[in-house]
């Protein structure tokens, strides 16, 4: 079952929304601020989400909650014991010189990580390992052609992530195991993320408010989600999967190159669009996910792309592989080798194939170069306008540069540019690729270099108007050309949120080396408000609100009948 279906939207979302707001209900009169019916509805509603298509892997899920519900609970009662006074055997012990282990959930933390990556290696990598074996030594190890568990990268690293998190002490231990089962089967983020960490959740799965304003609120990103899923991505799917299912040799450079674009556009609008409808749902339902995407195709380089594309993902590695790693602590040889194992792990995650480890190390060569050409000082996310002002963090305009100047950053911008979309690019011929030889071949057709003798098409067999319009829209909304013109007109409120949350991040740390995260969204809280007010004296807020929600209306009409009159509906993450 996915969000963009006639079964989801007309039948399982409107039955949880409508028993979890009685419940809910019910909740306040019994309970007053807990939500206990409202949770175990939740959880039996995530269950029957999880099993409508695999019932058969529910107790996959399931094993994944007990593993890290005991491994947990070993961690913190191995920790609560050492924390007591030495036994008189322990002291015995110390007086003979032996060592005495005060550590045992350094044990049970390896065990449990390693019971997740057993679970995930079996169903995810076992055939591919087998087949990679039998390629190299010519054996001839059978094959078990396991079905893939939808969604088992994500709810693995999710239920990790709350294990070694009560082990570095950054989140209680939850001894209910059906609300640690909730945290891992929630279904609005369950099967294509975003990856949650349960610290981001721990107090609103006991206490959580949902007003009308957060249910509008988590609606319109809904429909914003499902228009991205339902008008572009899926346009542009029939699109790539017309161009890849005639054959290679069919293709000419331009529509090799169509192909490619409409990949980027495709992969893009489904992903985030789905983040999207599972931030709106978690609003919903009183949950505050965290951004995944922030306009990766903005990007001037590949390390601010990795900062915005799958952010969830990104974070989790930097947060659990790389950092313990040593980061970029250790000198730069290590600092490398780190990056190097994170861009392969990347690569791994995403697929049990060499174009999906290629696809990874791709982009990781790109970290390693622009990390060795990066100047001392320099910036450190790729933008170029607006930094030095959020850096000062001053309300003032940037001081005007000389024209000369200003050109000269601007055609170095969009040369940067131009070098990030051109890797992403090509690095989403080989993620599409059904192996790493079709992706080189495939590269060197939009090159020229491969090309049919007699192609059966032109690129305009693959350019209907409604594609073409799609096409033309999807690129301006990824490259966010209409926030480009709007800010052109007065409308710079990211421009200027950013700018007043540096200024109050450096006036609660007061001289800190670091400015955390917490302070971050303790103070955007505090000043979103202002900036809203601010943006709204400008104009008539009421009428811009009609607009909106008009639009928006339009936008959920027209996608409900995309869904509803198409049969088409792929999603390319189920996969992961």
């Not at 979302?13 to 409508?18: E, G, H, I, Q, R």
């Not at 490398?336 to 060569?365: D, K, S």
């Amino acid at each position: 079952m996915v969000f963009s279906s006639t079964l989801f939207l007309f039948g399982f979302l409107p039955l949880t929304l409508a028993g979890y707001y009685l419940y809910l209900f019910l909740d306040k009169k019994i309970f007053k601020d807990h939500k206990i019916f409202g949770n175990y509805w939740l959880l039996f509603m995530s269950l029957i989400f999880f099993a409508w298509s695999q019932i058969g892997y529910v107790w996959i899920i399931a094993a994944s909650i007990l593993i890290n519900y005991t491994g947990a609970l070993l961690i913190h009662s191995g920790r609560e014991k050492n924390s007591l006074p030495d036994s008189a055997v322990q002291v015995r012990n110390q007086r003979k010189g032996l060592t005495v282990n005060k550590r045992p959930e350094k044990l049970f933390l390896f065990l449990t990580v390693a019971a997740n990556l057993l679970l995930l290696f079996y169903f995810k990598y076992f055939d591919f390992t087998v087949a990679t074996v039998n390629q190299i030594f010519k054996t001839g190890f059978s094959l078990r052609n396991i079905v893939l568990p939808i969604g088992i990268s994500f709810f693995t690293f999710q239920a990790m992530s709350y294990t070694i998190d009560v082990y570095r002490n950054k989140a209680g231990v939850q001894k209910n195991p059906f609300k640690l089962a909730l945290y891992v089967m929630l279904f609005p983020q369950l099967i294509a993320g975003p990856i949650v960490r349960y610290t981001d959740v721990e107090a609103e799965i006991d206490e959580r408010s949902v007003s009308i304003d957060d249910f509008s609120d988590g609606a319109r990103r809904f429909i914003i989600g499902l228009s991205k899923k339902a008008l572009i991505a899926n346009t542009m799917a029939v699109t790539v999967d017309s161009i890849w299912g005639q054959g290679i040799e069919n293709n000419t450079v331009a529509i090799a190159w169509l192909g490619a674009i409409a990949y980027g556009l495709q992969i893009y609008f489904d992903f985030s669009g789905y983040s999207d409808m599972a931030i709106g749902l978690g609003r919903m339902f009183g949950f505050r996910f965290l951004e995944n995407f922030d306009l990766p195709y903005i990007s001037r380089s590949i390390t601010e792309f990795w900062r915005r594309w799958h952010i969830s993902l990104s974070s989790w590695f930097r947060d659990y592989v790389y950092i313990p790693l040593g980061g970029n602590r250790k000198g730069t040889f290590k600092t490398y080798r780190n990056l190097f194992i994170v861009f392969l792990l990347t690569g791994i995650w995403h697929g049990a194939a060499w174009n999906y480890i290629f696809w990874g190390l791709w982009h990781g060569m790109f970290m390693l170069l622009e990390r060795a050409f990066r100047k001392p000082g320099g910036s450190k996310t790729g933008r170029v306008s607006g930094a030095n002002a959020e850096i000062r963090g001053s309300d003032e305009p940037e001081a005007q540069l000389p024209k000369e100047d200003t050109m000269y950053a601007n055609i170095k911008a969009l040369i940067r540019h131009g070098y990030t979309l051109l890797v992403v690019l090509i690095g989403w011929v080989f993620f599409r690729a059904g192996s790493l030889s079709e992706g080189v071949w495939y590269l060197k057709t939009m090159l020229g270099r491969a090309l049919g003798q007699t192609p059966g098409y032109s690129v305009m067999w693959y350019l209907d108007g409604w594609t073409a319009f799609i096409l033309v829209a999807g690129i301006a909304l990824s490259l966010n050309i209409p926030g480009f013109l709007l800010g052109k007109t007065g409308f710079e409120t990211d421009r200027i949120l950013n700018i007043k949350v540096k200024k109050c991040e450096e006036r609660e740390v007061q001289g800190k080396t670091e400015v955390k995260s917490e302070v971050k969204s303790e103070v955007k809280s505090e000043v979103e408000s202002e900036v809203k007010s601010a943006v709204e004296s400008e104009s008539n807020p009421a009428v811009w609100t009609f607009v909106r929600d008009i639009a928006l209306l339009l936008l959920l009409l027209l996608s409900v009948m995309r869904i509803v009159s198409g049969t088409y509906n792929p999603f390319i993450y189920f996969q992961f």
